[in-house]
């Protein structure tokens, strides 16, 4: 993922932002509203940040792994767990791509990490490789907008995604299933940027690579 010095440096204040914590509170009930979570279920957020996604969805699943390239984004997310007494299994992710992400899970979610990634539709494939059967996925990301989201500068590899290219990636790494969303609008600066939110699947598709 890109970015990297960007989040080691922002860990300590990234919680001190509301409108990023409102958006991943948003985020979070609207997976919880679409997936019917259980204590049964292995869970993993990808690109969890300091886990605003995770520490919510964590008491109503079984065990939550949360993985990120950014070592100072999991230490404060551990310090939180802690101080809230959650479990969270932390993996770092290999930022030369080489990414182990554990597994195999019942739900993959992610919440605005996507549009940092070089290769969406090979996170895709992943994703679909480190699911259990008919695991699912839960991602959140900016539709397609013209780069005026992000200040001069900063991290992202893509200008949000339009629906029917994530739709087609996911079919394309052999997910079903399917559906997309507005799962929020997000105000930055006074202009309006809707987040959807993409549920999906896994087919019956080879494990290998």
Known sequence: MAGDEHFERAAATWDQVE???????????????????????????????????????????????????????????????????????????????????????DLIVSSMTLHHVADVPALFGRFAR?????????????????????????SALHRGFSREMVRGWLADAGFGEIHLETAAVTVRQGKEYPVFLATARRGEISRAG
Do not use: N, W
């Open 19 to 105: 409108r990023r914590v409102t958006l991943a509170h948003v985020v979070a009930r609207a997976i919880a509203a679409r997936v019917a979570l259980t204590r049964d279920q292995s869970v993993l957020d990808f690109g969890c940040g300091t886990g605003l996604v995770t520490l919510e969805l964590a008491p109503r699943v079984g065990t939550m792994a949360a993985a990120d390239t950014s070592p100072a984004m999991l230490a404060t997310l551990a310090g939180k767990a802690r101080a809230l007494g959650i479990p969270v299994a932390l993996r770092e992710l290999d930022t030369a791509g080489r990414i182990d992400l554990g597994g195999p899970y």
């Open 130 to 154: 480190s699911l259990g059967p008919a695991g699912r996925v839960a991602l959140a990301d900016l539709d397609a907008e013209d780069g005026s989201f992000h200040a001069p500068g900063a």
